[in-house]
């Protein structure tokens, strides 16, 4: 069975710095894992996302403050946040599908094939 299992979360001060996990029960070879957030009544948005090769891509608008990656070979992938704003308050959910990262995964939320419930990020000023 796929399992995909967000962690971590909180609430954090302007500035602050957060850890999320992902962990994933995944049979196959190839993956693409990503985070991706949602704020109620907008569409959710590509944060960064990891391939089974070890490649990571991120959003323009988080670069050089996240950074993505796997713990050891293991189906765990961290999501290390720091100097957090309140703009990016959400619910973050982590998706995987059985292929290797494309683009097209960071920027649609359809090409994820399996969700997590998510887990909710709040920075306060």
């Known amino acids: 069975q796929f399992q995909v299992m967000e962690s971590g979360g909180g609430s954090v001060q302007t500035g602050g710095s957060l850890n999320l996990s992902c962990t994933f029960v995944?049979?196959?070879?190839?993956?693409?894992v990503g985070w991706f957030r949602q704020v109620q009544g907008e569409e959710r948005e590509g944060v960064a996302t990891f391939s089974s090769i070890g490649t990571a891509s991120y959003a323009d608008s988080v670069k050089g403050r996240f950074t993505i990656s796997q713990v050891n070979g293991a189906k765990t992938l961290h999501l290390q946040m720091s100097d957090l704003k309140p703009e990016v308050s959400a619910m973050y959910y982590c998706g995987a599908d059985p292929e290797r990262c494309l683009q097209e995964h960071l920027t649609d939320a359809n090409f994820m094939d399996n969700w997590g419930k998510g887990t909710l990020v709040t920075v306060f000023s």
């Open positions: 995944y049979p196959y070879m190839n993956w693409c």
